[in-house]
């Protein structure tokens, strides 16, 4: 049962996508905390530009998983 379970592409989709928005979400709250307290450092730079990419690569990914699963 647990396996059938986590083995399901509906399951899988529900995952990715609540893993994107997770990612999107905290990039906005980063953006905003970094705006507002005019935080501004090399390592936040290299980190937010890290995320930022990072979420773009699993959005293609997201697609291209879905398409090759129907």
């Given at each position: 049962m647990f396996n059938s379970f986590f083995s399901s592409v509906e399951v899988n989709r529900i995952?990715?996508?609540t893993i994107?928005?997770?990612?999107?979400?905290i990039d906005?709250?980063?953006g905003y905390v970094a705006r507002k307290y005019h935080f501004d450092s090399?390592?936040?730079?290299?980190?937010?530009f890290s995320a930022e990419k990072l979420t773009i690569v699993l959005r293609?990914?997201?697609v291209i998983y879905a398409y090759n699963q129907e």
């Open positions: 995952i990715a996508a994107i928005m997770c990612s999107v979400l906005l709250f980063d090399v390592l936040r730079r290299i980190l937010d293609i990914d997201y």
